[in-house]
């Protein structure tokens, strides 16, 4: 009998041994390179997942601790990857409505201060944003996602775009 993971009762149990035995241990290893408890939580979860999916696909697999701990190096390096990529186009969509580094030294400082930005906007405008200039969604796109018209959405991205503009910390 297999469970809603597609995985049969031993490998169930090698799962429930594993995190048992490793939690700790990999929440540790993830908690030191990343900024909150909440997002080492949630990538250390990640792991563990690679090893359910792991277990089902391959039910005589033997996952060791090292194993688990190449697989958390490795999420948090994608998580890191990810967040750089999120960085970079919120610059480049900042330096499209004027608010770009002039000098390539304050590019670092410059993400930090489009990324607060962002995160200040109101949620809807938060999330418009992320799908048309992160996402690279069409509006058409942004529009079915926040269940609106399309010419809602370009309206709600001129007025993010707008209030990005005009946010002291990117001027």
């Not at 696909?57 to 967040?83: F, G, K, M, Q």
């Not at 799908?131 to 399309?150: N, Q």
Request: proline share 4%; charged share 25%.
């Amino acid at each position: 009998m297999t469970d809603h993971r597609g995985l049969d009762e031993a490998a169930t149990a090698t799962l429930e041994e594993l995190f048992s035995a490793n939690w700790r241990t990999v929440l540790g290893l993830v908690r030191r390179r990343v900024t909150t408890t909440a997002l080492a939580e949630d990538i250390s979860m990640t792991v563990f997942l690679a090893a359910a999916q792991r277990l089902a696909s391959e039910p005589a697999a033997h996952i060791s601790p090292a194993w688990l701990a190449t697989v958390a190096r490795r999420r948090v390096v994608d998580h890191y990857r990810t967040s750089a990529r999120v960085e970079n186009r919120l610059v480049l969509m900042a330096a499209s409505v004027g608010a770009g580094p002039e000098d390539p030294a304050e590019s670092g400082t410059r993400r930090c201060d489009v990324a607060h930005a962002v995160r200040s906007l109101p949620p809807r405008s938060r999330d418009a944003v992320v799908l048309r200039y992160w996402a690279d969604l069409e509006v058409s796109r942004v529009a079915t996602a926040l269940g609106t018209t399309p010419k809602a959405a370009e309206t709600l991205l001129v007025r993010s775009r707008t209030a990005l503009a005009d946010d002291r910390a990117l001027t």
